[in-house]
């Protein structure tokens, strides 16, 4: 069951994506705000066909901690799930990405025209320097920022060193940081086929405040993230454990 279950999720899902970017590539030639009405739209039904065909739900706990807009936002990456609920969760959020992604036929455009922030990594302290820069033009609009410290998708059962860049931006922008734990590579493991029903917790974290040098700040960034995400991780499996008996 939870692989047909799977599968046809799956199908929906890239069958989904795939029709409405055909048929909605007229939008990019509209004002930004209809394309992002579009985003959010796709992204709430996506959401729906999650608790229909997979059982998968979210909740958000910690909402009181968020910031007065704009603030920056450090997220655990352990799936594509996450990725999908940061414009239901944040208002209008400009996510940081590699520079690649925008050069995808039409997704890349989109990506575009929404003003996401995109860096070229491998260019060291120049990418840095047009990650400010373009964190500067967000924070300008008073719009928030996402940032997954440590670069790419990390499964809960992985570690990745966190890197500079969120540094370069708290200092820079002198904005609080908002980091967000996560338990989604759970039920949504990075690149594997099946989906699993249940719930991920998204959970906000206290703000760090602007202030604090760069080993202080990204050792309490780190030792924040990483504890609160392993004890949804194990509530998570807890959960999933319990309902299997």
């Given amino acids: 069951m939870l692989i047909l279950r799977s599968l046809v999720f799956n199908i929906f899902y890239f069958g989904f994506t795939i029709l409405c970017l055909i048929c909605l590539i007229w939008l990019l030639v509209t004002p930004r705000l209809y394309v992002m009405a579009w985003v959010r739209w796709y992204l709430r039904v996506i959401y729906r066909m999650e608790k229909l065909l997979l059982g998968l739900d979210y909740r958000v706990v ?3 901690n968020m ?3 704009p603030f920056l936002i450090a997220a655990k990456h352990q799936s594509l799930w996450e990725t999908m609920k940061l414009h239901l969760i944040f208002d209008d959020p400009a996510v940081i990405l590699k520079r690649e992604l925008t050069r995808v036929p ?3 455009w989109f990506a ?3 003003k996401m922030i995109a860096v070229d990594r491998g260019r060291g302290g120049k990418a840095i320097a047009s990650m400010i820069e373009g964190g500067r033009e967000t924070v300008a609009d008073g719009r928030p920022i996402v940032i997954f410290p440590q670069g ?3 499964g809960p059962d992985s570690y990745k060193p966190y890197k500079v860049g969120i540094f370069a931006l708290y200092e820079a922008l002198e904005l609080p940081v908002l ?3 996560l338990n989604s590579g759970v039920f949504w493991q990075r690149r594997a086929f099946r989906k699993y029903p249940g719930t991920i917790t998204v959970e906000l974290l206290p703000p760090i ?3 604090l040098d760069r080993e202080t700040f990204l050792h309490q960034l780190e030792e924040t993230l990483e504890t609160a995400s392993k004890r949804l991780v194990e509530q998570a499996r807890r959960e999933i454990a319990g309902s299997s008996r």
């Fill in 62 to 64: 910690g909402q009181e």
């Fill in 106 to 108: 039409i997704w890349g």
């Fill in 112 to 114: 575009a025209k929404s």
């Fill in 152 to 154: 790419t998708r990390v």
């Fill in 209 to 211: 405040q602007p202030g």
């Fill in 179 to 181: 980091p967000m734990a």
């Fill in 67 to 69: 910031p007065p807009y």
